[in-house]
């Protein structure tokens, strides 16, 4: 029988966490609607710096990525190492969390700063090339099966360089949940969200900076929220159709 649903540790890790290394943004609170969080698996809010957790945190196409400030901030890679691959060149800052359980949860801040987007990045997903929010043509689109199909969109939430945002992210089976405090909700069900999982991972605009801060990774429950049918009854049916041509034609990295 479902458990219950309580107010969420979330509160309690991020007051643990510290308020001084919080964005500027009063973030409204999120709590969780899909599965039931279980055990702390990660949490950081990076006002230390300290060398990066081999197993933990993995930079990406040669990117360029440390605790300064009071964030985890990511840089593309240099100019040697670009002209020395003939792709994967690190144009735009990557990096993922390995050490996510196949079915987490996951809270975190981000924002993006300066570059240039493209059809593909930025992004953050969920599972490399499974659960992926994009921002191709300017609004947020959930795709599924490396960017070929896409579930769910909502095209009037654009991301704004240096803006910090705030998302809880949800993944348990063939489902998988969104929410951007202050912003849109983001549901959908794909059979490759089952699949074996690398965890959470995320890429900034081309040549631009990616922060990520207040970092909390849980584990889930086996049973789910015990009001996730209502709300999901209260989604748009997933659409699962064919991104837009121009995004369909790049190929996914």
């Not at 990557?94 to 359980?101: F, H, M, Y």
């Not at 909502?154 to 089976?173: C, H, Q, T, V």
């Not at 999982?197 to 631009?208: S, V």
Request: contains cysteine.
């Amino acid at each position: 029988m479902p458990t219950p649903r309580r107010p969420f540790l979330l509160v309690a890790v991020f007051a643990l966490l510290g308020a001084a290394s919080l964005p500027a943004a009063d973030f409204p609170a999120l709590q969780p609607l899909l599965a039931v969080p279980d055990r702390v698996v990660l949490h950081d809010d990076y006002t230390t710096p300290k060398p990066l957790a081999k197993g933990v945190y993995q930079p990406r196409q040669g990117t360029r990525w440390g605790i300064a400030d009071g964030v985890l901030r990511g840089l593309p890679s240099s100019a040697e190492f670009q002209a020395k691959k003939k792709d994967h060149q690190g144009y735009e800052p990557r990096i993922s969390i390995p050490a996510c359980p196949q079915e987490f949860a996951i809270q975190f801040d981000v924002r993006f700063i300066g570059g240039q987007p493209t059809a593909i990045v930025p992004f953050v997903e969920f599972g490399h090339h499974m659960a992926r929010v994009t921002w191709a043509g300017g609004g947020a689109n959930l795709n599924a099966a490396a960017g070929a199909v896409q579930l769910a969109t909502a095209p009037d939430f654009k991301i704004e360089s240096g803006r910090w945002y705030r998302a809880l992210a949800e993944i348990k089976g063939e489902e998988f949940v969104i929410q951007f405090a202050g912003g849109p909700t983001l549901y959908g069900k794909h059979a490759s969200f089952a699949g074996p999982k690398d965890g959470f991972g995320l890429a900034g605009p081309m040549g631009g900076t990616v922060e990520l801060d207040n970092v909390a990774v849980w584990s889930v429950k086996p049973e789910v929220q015990a009001d996730w049918e209502k709300t999901r009854a209260a989604f748009p049916a997933p659409s699962v159709v064919a991104p837009k041509p121009a995004a369909a034609k790049k190929k996914a990295k």
